[in-house]
């Protein structure tokens, strides 16, 4: 049985703080620095705890800061049903957001999210933003990932059994779900 026959994708036109799943992923700058949109939010919501769940995050890394597209988890207790914040590199001062990145970023962040056994994720479209990026890549690369995931042998055996793609851009949660409706 391949993973989407228990996989639920979405795409919600909402809040993605209102989400009542497992792990939320945040893309941020590779210091961990939450002095961006979606982690200023989660910052105010999640408190202390987040902050320190951060900043010990910061000194397991390397040079106390992640690569282009390397994800970590930092767990949180006191949220249920949030088990914990998936942060990923995405952006340096001058980095391109590219295919390969958004490719990266996704598979690491649903490695983590298979490795810390979460069985609900709610991810924002990122870099769709910006404008710098043709949304149409993003959609693309999402799909791709999910696809390649799906076909690997065992891919039933992820316990991520609900994906959902959350922004406030009501046009493009449409345009994505039209896309990925295609997968499944």
């Known amino acids: 049985m391949p993973w989407f026959d228990k996989?639920?994708?979405?795409?919600i036109h909402g809040d993605i703080l209102?989400?009542?799943t497992e792990a939320i992923a945040c893309n941020v700058n590779l210091h961990l620095d939450m002095n961006y949109s979606l982690g200023k939010q989660l910052a105010a919501k999640y408190g202390a705890e987040l902050k320190t769940a951060a900043n010990y995050a910061r000194q397991l890394l390397p040079n106390g800061s992640l690569e282009l597209g390397?994800?970590?988890f930092t767990p949180l207790t006191t949220f249920?049903?949030?088990?914990g914040v998936i942060f990923f590199g995405w952006w340096t001062?001058?980095?391109e957001f590219t295919r390969a990145l958004i490719y990266r970023s996704l598979a690491n962040v649903l490695r983590k999210c298979f490795e810390n056994n979460c069985f609900s994720?709610?991810?924002p479209l990122f870099g769709s933003g910006s404008g710098?990026?043709?949304?149409?890549n993003f959609q693309d690369t999402v799909a791709q990932v999910l696809e390649e995931l799906n076909s690997l042998n065992r891919s039933d055996s992820f316990p991520l059994e609900e994906l959902y793609?959350?922004?406030t851009n009501h046009d493009r949660v449409e345009q994505l779900r039209q896309r990925l409706d295609l997968l499944q």
């Open 121 to 123: 994720l709610a991810l």
């Open 7 to 11: 996989l639920n994708i979405d795409c």
């Open 165 to 167: 793609f959350v922004s």
């Open 132 to 136: 710098s990026m043709p949304f149409q």
């Open 70 to 72: 390397q994800a970590i």
């Open 93 to 95: 001062a001058d980095n």
């Open 18 to 20: 209102a989400m009542q």
């Open 80 to 83: 249920p049903p949030l088990k």
